[in-house]
């Protein structure tokens, strides 16, 4: 097989950068096609990551531009920390990774061989050791916490719930199999009348691919989309 270099331009700015109005269907697919996001909230130049469980809509009722739903307790940090800073910034991916085996340990320790994985780490690998898609995605916008009781956050609630249909898929991440949550743990997470809707409200979007190649969007109103010259690449949009 031919060597392919990868790329190595610089990303520290906007590259490629176009203004959009819906999100790329790379990006979109990579939003359907994934199970988690990573949500990064930051609060005192302290950052916070979470795994998060997701809903995309291109648009609704209640937004004509596109959003991403997640659920959180209440006295959560990414809770406390959205409502001091609302800036957020998700991490998506729809395809499955593994450390590839070494010869030894490292000195300290380090990453488990093959012989040390854990069972899940091994189905994994068996599974699928190559990529489903090509990017990742990183959404920068900002959250909100939807007004509890009112009939935005039953409307989006019932959307995460049809789309997180935990009962259906087994116990893959509860750490005691001999109790599992009948409900598949949507009662806690997602269902429960105490847990608070965040809304995330897309400003723009980098993908990478595999070969280290960037490309940025913006998200702007379809009006303003139509007659920016920011999207402009090579004459054509």
Same mark, same amino acid.
């Given at each position: 097989m031919d060597h392919i270099s990868l790329n190595h331009e610089a990303s520290a700015g906007d590259t490629h950068k176009q203004a959009v109005s819906t999100l790329p269907p790379e990006v979109v697919q990579c939003l359907e096609n994934a199970r988690f996001l990573h !949500?990064?909230?930051?609060? %005192?130049?302290? #950052? +916070?990551?979470?795994?998060?469980?997701?809903t995309y809509l291109p648009s609704s009722t209640y937004?004509?531009?596109? *959003?991403?739903?997640?659920?959180?307790?209440?006295?959560?940090?990414?809770?406390?920390?959205? !409502?001091?800073?609302?800036n957020v910034s998700l991490?998506?991916?729809?395809? *499955?990774?593994?450390?590839?085996?070494? +010869? $030894?340990?490292?000195?300290? @320790? @380090?990453?488990p061989g093959p012989e040390h994985r854990s069972s899940l780490a091994s189905l994994l690998i068996n599974l699928n050791t190559s990529a489903v898609s090509s990017i990742s995605a990183t959404i920068n916008g900002t959250a909100e916490l939807v007004a509890q009781g009112s009939e935005e956050e039953k409307f989006y609630r019932d959307q995460h719930l049809e789309n997180n249909t935990f009962d259906s898929? @087994?116990?893959?991440?509860? #750490?005691?199999?001999?109790?599992?949550?009948? %409900?598949?743990?949507?009662?806690?997470?997602?269902?429960?009348?105490? *847990? =608070?809707?965040?809304?995330?409200?897309?400003? %723009?979007? =980098?993908? $990478?691919?595999?070969?280290g190649g960037v490309r940025d969007w913006v998200i702007e109103p379809a009006s303003a989309a139509a007659t920016s010259t920011v999207s402009q690449v090579n004459g054509t949009r």
């Open positions: !949500l990064a909230t930051c609060v %005192d130049n302290q #950052p +916070h990551v979470s795994l998060m469980n997701y937004s004509a531009a596109p *959003v991403i739903i997640m659920t959180t307790n209440p006295a959560s940090k990414k809770t406390n920390n959205l !409502l001091v800073n609302p991490l998506v991916h729809d395809w *499955v990774s593994h450390r590839p085996p070494t +010869h $030894s340990r490292r000195p300290s @320790g @380090g990453s898929e @087994g116990p893959v991440f509860n #750490p005691n199999p001999q109790q599992q949550p009948e %409900d598949g743990g949507r009662e806690c997470f997602v269902a429960g009348e105490e *847990v =608070r809707v965040i809304l995330v409200h897309i400003k %723009d979007v =980098r993908t $990478s691919d595999w070969k």
